[in-house]
Structures are given as C-alpha cells and as structure tokens.
C-alpha cells in the first residue's frame, strides 16, 4: 500500500506514520530523515541538497523530488511505503503524479489550531540528556528538572508560541490545498486527532481498510 500522510505541525502524523508502518510493514518515508540521509551518503542529489543547505536557503523542489525519487527506488519500498512531510504542495504532489506513482490513499490527521498550540508551547527537553516532557501530559516531578539527570528544562525555539502560530501559517497556505487536491481524487481520508494517541491510532488504521 502506498500512502501519505498529512497534517499541520504537531498534529502527531509522524507518530501514526510510524504506527501504520510496523502494522503494515512497510518504511515511513521522512523528508527531513531521507534528506539528512543523502547528505550523509553523498548521493548526487544529496550534494545538490548541501549546497542550499549550507547557505541558509530552503531546498529546492526538483531537488527533494529527486531525492524522494532516489529513496522510492530503494528495495524495502516494492510492498509500499508512507510518505510523511511530502508532498508538501500541490506542485509537489503533481511531480509525484508524473513520476507514475499511483498513491492508494491519504490520510489527513485533523487537530484544531489551538489544541496544537497548546499541545506543542507546553513541551520541554532537557538541556542535558535531551529527556522530553510536557506541562500538561507529561510533568516532572520538580518543575524546571529533569527526572533523568536533573538537568535544567528548556523550551525549544521551535515550540514557541510565536513559532508555532507561524508554522501553522505556512501549513495552511502551502499545504492545506492538498486536502482538496487528494478529495477531488477520491483518496483522501480524514482522522479526527484524539487526546489519546492510541485512540487516534485506531481512528487510522480503521480509515485505512475502508
């Protein structure tokens, strides 16, 4: 089965990309992990990928397409595969057409804006051991401490409130049109995100059998 995953930041798609991948025992193909790949392997469009990398500029369309093209090829994609943080445009996913790959389905993790803002602000790491925790799910026992090494709490910059609201910006503008463009096709299923992780699990998997 080939699959893609959708789903504004912090909508916990990565998390039921990787649950669906261990049931149905096929790769859940990141962006961001096969990119970081190919820069390591040196791969010809890794190399083109480093260039705008190293300058501070995001990579370039044809460039992540042939990276995913690159990745698709690989044996443990033959059965299938999830794509998960691709397409990330309408552009994109025309590409994905072109090259000949036919997707069976796609599934939208739907989560309103301000249950994710709330969700991602609250999150903290150790600065120490990287141990992650939650001001709401997942408290330390002592507020700002690390359970683990007793490390000091961080938030990261890329859960600030600020920084989140701007991400769901882009999302919306970039990447939402992509729910219409995969309804229009007949593939697209959408799953109400749950407090719980594992009832959003189950509201996945069952969008995939029907």
């Given at each position: 089965?080939?699959?893609i995953?959708l789903?504004?930041?912090?909508?916990?798609?990565?998390?039921?990309?990787?649950?669906v991948s261990?049931k149905?025992a096929?790769p859940?193909v990141s962006t961001g992990?096969i990119?970081?790949?190919a820069?390591?392997?040196?791969?010809?469009?890794?190399?083109?990928?480093?260039e705008?990398i190293?300058k501070?500029?995001?990579?370039?369309?044809?460039?992540?397409?042939?990276?995913i093209k690159?990745?698709?090829?690989?044996?443990d994609?033959?059965?299938?595969?999830i794509?998960?943080?691709?397409p990330?445009?309408?552009?994109?996913?025309?590409?994905?057409?072109?090259?000949?790959?036919?997707?069976?389905?796609?599934?939208d993790i739907e989560?309103?804006?301000?249950?994710?803002?709330?969700?991602?602000?609250?999150?903290?790491?150790?600065g120490n051991?990287?141990?992650s925790?939650?001001?709401?799910?997942?408290?330390?026992?002592?507020?700002g401490?690390?359970?683990?090494c007793?490390?000091?709490l961080?938030q990261?910059?890329?859960?600030?409130?600020?920084?989140?609201?701007d991400?769901?910006d882009v999302y919306?503008?970039?990447?939402?049109?992509?729910?219409?463009f995969?309804r229009?096709?007949?593939k697209?299923r959408?799953?109400?995100g749950?407090?719980?992780?594992?009832?959003?699990?189950?509201?996945?998997?069952?969008?995939?059998e029907d």
């Amino acid at each position: 089965m080939k699959l893609i995953f959708l789903g504004a930041p912090g909508a916990g798609k990565g998390t039921q990309a990787e649950v669906v991948s261990k049931k149905l025992a096929i790769p859940a193909v990141s962006t961001g992990n096969i990119i970081r790949a190919a820069l390591k392997e040196q791969t010809e469009m890794g190399i083109k990928a480093k260039e705008f990398i190293e300058k501070g500029q995001l990579v370039p369309d044809d460039v992540v397409i042939g990276i995913i093209k690159e990745r698709l090829t690989q044996d443990d994609c033959k059965n299938g595969f999830i794509l998960d943080g691709f397409p990330r445009t309408v552009p994109q996913a025309e590409a994905l057409d072109d090259m000949g790959i036919e997707i069976d389905k796609v599934i939208d993790i739907e989560v309103p804006d301000e249950k994710i803002a709330a969700r991602m602000s609250g999150r903290r790491v150790c600065g120490n051991c990287g141990a992650s925790y939650h001001l709401l799910y997942k408290k330390p026992e002592k507020d700002g401490v690390c359970n683990v090494c007793g490390g000091e709490l961080i938030q990261r910059a890329d859960d600030k409130p600020e920084t989140v609201l701007d991400r769901l910006d882009v999302y919306h503008k970039q990447t939402e049109p992509l729910i219409d463009f995969y309804r229009t096709k007949g593939k697209l299923r959408v799953v109400e995100g749950q407090e719980e992780v594992a009832d959003t699990s189950a509201l996945t998997l069952k969008a995939l059998e029907d």
